[in-house]
């Protein structure tokens, strides 16, 4: 595959301060391309993290922030306006499978009207491309493992996964009616240093170091197939060149496909490593499987990997060791 130059390239990333938008950001500066990123910096989790992820951006001088809630149409529109961005990479969203049932009203806003506004700002100022985040969540209560893009995914068990869904089916719905090339990428369980700390991985590396007792749903009995952020970042670097074709008799120019690590993994597995890597023992609370959570989470990842030559490359072990460095280093300092 050649190498495609992201030099003096302008790219939109919406969720900039967030865990992958950061790292995206990150990356794509380093390759020589312009970013402008947008955040609306909420409180979901602590925004501190968000603020020390974008220290480090404001540092790139091609590097612009703006703050700005994507279901604002006004404000995108001029920001859209004003940048005029050859690529478009959509991750901002509210996350949170759990946090989706008691707050509902903040997934419509932003993971709907958000998203439908950056549909309807690409169809005004057509970009050359759409590439924005989907989840595996989508996949719902499946048991035909590992998930493929080919399997059914309308019956979604949380409002976050039905969001997802939704937002693959307005982008194909655009880019039918409108011939806005996009791609979906379904991402699965994505962990490393300055990530989420409503992530599990996260939230068990907090309360261990503090003491305090690790609530482990449905015993322990669930697996999830962890793919760390650089193998993600060069998955989305990859695919930002590369347009979708129209499948036969269609007319959408539109592609979604799962990046996952390939290699479900044990919660129990994931904890016995997180308690080395800290050096230090859990207290364990085992719970009953929450409401919305899926037992096991496996990406196919094989027609990902045909069509871009990638394939995930870091194991949970060395993730997550590469994650303990930075927290014990940065998080706790």
């Not at 008691?102 to 970009?127: A, M």
């Not at 069509?307 to 590469?322: D, H, K, Q, S, Y």
Request: hydrophobic letters at 40%; glycine letters at 6%.
């Amino acid at each position: 595959m050649n190498k495609f130059s992201f030099t003096n390239q302008k790219i939109l990333v919406t969720g900039a301060a967030g865990f992958i938008g950061f790292f995206l950001s990150k990356r794509l500066l380093e390759e020589g391309a312009n970013v402008y990123g947008v955040d609306n910096l909420n409180d979901y989790y602590d925004v501190a993290l968000k603020q020390s992820r974008l220290s480090i951006l404001k540092n790139y001088p091609h590097f612009t922030f703006l703050k700005i809630d994507i279901s604002n149409k006004d404000a995108l529109s001029e920001t859209f306006a004003s940048f005029r961005p050859d690529y478009v990479v959509n991750l901002a969203a509210q996350a949170g499978v759990r946090y989706s049932i008691d707050h509902p009203d903040v997934y419509i806003q932003s993971n709907l009207i958000g998203f439908f506004n950056i549909l309807e700002l690409c169809r005004k100022f057509q970009p050359k491309h759409l590439i924005f985040a989907s989840s595996s969540s989508v996949y719902g209560a499946n048991t035909k493992v590992p998930f493929s893009t080919d399997d059914k995914t309308d019956r979604p068990v949380s409002l976050y996964a039905a969001t997802k869904k939704s937002d693959e089916l307005l982008a194909y719905a655009y880019s039918s009616l409108y011939a806005i090339p996009s791609t979906g990428l379904r991402f699965f369980t994505v962990y490393g240093p300055y990530g989420r700390p409503d992530m599990a991985y996260f939230k068990f590396a907090d309360r261990i170091m503090r003491n305090e007792k690790i609530q482990v749903y449905n015993h322990g009995d669930m697996l999830r197939d962890f793919t760390y952020i650089d193998d993600i970042i060069e998955g989305i670097i990859r695919v930002i060149p590369i347009l979708p074709k129209q499948e036969t008799g269609e007319k959408a120019l539109f592609k979604v496909y799962n990046i996952g690590g390939g290699q479900p993994e044990k919660l129990m597995t994931m904890i016995d490593v997180l308690q080395k890597v800290l050096h230090k023992k859990a207290n364990i609370e085992f719970l009953d499987m929450q409401p919305g959570d899926v037992y096991e989470t496996f990406a196919d990842s094989k027609e990902f990997e045909q069509v871009f030559g990638f394939t995930p490359e870091i194991n949970m072990e060395r993730g997550l060791a590469l994650f303990g460095k930075w927290y014990l280093k940065d998080r706790i300092s």
